[in-house]
């Protein structure tokens, strides 16, 4: 979600934001919200964190609870984390001092930014032509009302 929030961001206003701009969406939290403006627009969002609160995120949107522009599902508490490929100890959860180093990584990085990504740019240059084509919608987006 914040490296999504970081590129639309750019996209709208042609400059990249503080990186440290999105950080409401971190955290181990199983459901978390959040708003932001951009460019006088506001974004709001929501990060599911498992599938016990990614159910309970869809019933909500599903009765008309709550409404959002963006939504990220992540299947594991945790998200990647915490996901299947770390290793497992029993009753011990590791997600969230993952995170933090992840987060240290990230502040210390060259690259922190997905659009400034080469391999990102080349996928683009080379099979989904450009942010928001055509194609890439249709690869890259869903919506849930036309699921059967």
Known sequence: MEAALRSAYYLVTGENPDAEAFKEVRGIKSWKEASFEIQG?????AVASSLGATRELIEAIKRGEVKYDFVEIMACPGGCAGGGGQPIHDCEEHAEARGKILYGLDRVANLRFSHENPTVIKTYEEFLEKPLSEK???LLHTDYDKWD
């Open 41 to 45: 627009m506001p974004v709001k969002v």
């Open 136 to 138: 890439a919608h249709h």
